[in-house]
């Protein structure tokens, strides 16, 4: 199980979309800040995204949108 999954009642793993958001920023090399301004809204807000497991599907889509990368796949291949 990597760092990113968490056990679900299934018995699968779930991913934590926040750590999995906070390692596609860090890998692109931009910050919080930066992100907080393309979403408008504080760069806390990001950091409080960075601990949730779970985000609105909508912020998802637009955070998937502005990076560039399809978070939705990580929940697709477990189907």
Known sequence: ???NMTP???GA???HIGEL??????????T????????SCNPRTITKIFHKQY?????????SRILEHD???VYSELL
Do not use: C, H, V
């Open 71 to 73: 978070f939705f796949k």
């Open 13 to 15: 793993s779930d991913p």
């Open 8 to 10: 679900s009642r299934g």
């Open 55 to 63: 985000i609105d599907t909508y912020l998802l889509f637009r955070i």
């Open 21 to 30: 958001i906070r390692q596609e920023l860090k890998r692109q090399g931009r």
């Open 1 to 3: 199980m990597t760092s």
């Open 32 to 39: 919080n800040i930066w992100l907080a301004a393309q979403l």
